[in-house]
T-cell receptor, first 113, second 111 residues
Framework: NAGVTQTPKFQVLKTGQSMTLQCAQDMNHNSMYWYRQDPGMGLRLIYYSASEGTTDKGEVPNGYNVSRLNKREFSLRLESAAPSQTSVYFC????????????FGPGTRLTVL | QKEVEQDPGPLSVPEGAIVSLNCTYSNSAFQYFMWYRQYSRKGPELLMYTYSSGNKEDGRFTAQVDKSSKYISLFIRDSQPSDSATYLCAMRPSNTGKLIFGQGTTLQVKP
């Protein structure tokens, strides 16, 4: 039982490049989330998926897109990376969006030059 | 002004000390309160989960919520070097899963 897994662990991009961050969970959770963590800012919600087939914007969605591929997988795409998107990205999942606690993956460290 | 305020520290204490970590918040709709622990270069892991006001104890950890003051605390008794981490408070209203996090307090427990 791996919990929440994320790939890649590290990535360096040049401004304007695109990439997709992958997330998968094996806990049969309905809801999945993408956060970014920046020094002094805590964790901020980018997008979330309350259930398979649905996605909604969080606090800081600009510059990102997401896809809930199936119940297990939730990807985050940067279409044209900017230095302001340098951050640590965490994926999380919960059994039920309203009631249950969120479990986090190990994170992806992204640097945009 | 942020919805959730948390002193980033760092906080350094000797082994065996009692540690007090705190957050204040402004949204009176918050009903669920959590503390996450995050080791360096790892994802946050849930430590304590409390609904509404009151205390909750789990081993060396005690979480307190005072909704009248919009203030939550995490106490760590007999602190250990293995408790060295960043502690994040998080909270949400009852009708949404959207968590609002504090910026985290970095704790170092020295042997």
């Amino acid at each position: 039982n791996a919990g929440v897994t994320q790939t890649p662990k590290f990535q360096v991009l040049k401004t304007g490049q695109s990439m997709t961050l992958q997330c998968a969970q094996d806990m049969n959770h309905n809801s999945m989330y993408w956060y970014r963590q920046d020094p002094g800012m805590g964790l901020r919600l980018i997008y979330y998926s309350a259930s398979e087939g649905t996605t909604d914007k969080g606090e800081v969605p600009n510059g990102y897109n997401v896809s809930r591929l199936n119940k297990r997988e939730f990807s985050l795409r940067l279409e044209s990376a900017a230095p302001s998107q340098t951050s640590v990205y965490f994926c999380a999942s919960s059994a039920n969006r309203v009631r249950d606690t969120q479990y986090f993956g190990p994170g992806t460290r992204l640097t945009v030059l | 002004q942020k919805e959730v305020e948390q002193d980033p520290g760092p906080l350094s204490v000797p082994e065996g000390a009692i540690v007090s970590l705190n957050c204040t918040y402004s949204n009176s709709a918050f009903q669920y309160f959590m503390w996450y622990r995050q080791y360096s270069r790892k994802g946050p892991e849930l430590l304590m989960y409390t609904y509404s006001s009151g205390n909750k104890e789990d081993g060396r950890f005690t979480a307190q919520v005072d909704k009248s003051s919009k203030y939550i605390s995490l106490f760590i008794r007999d602190s250990q070097p293995s408790d060295s981490a960043t502690y994040l408070c998080a909270m949400r209203p009852s009708n949404t899963g959207k968590l609002i996090f504090g910026q985290g307090t970095t704790l170092q427990v020295k042997p």
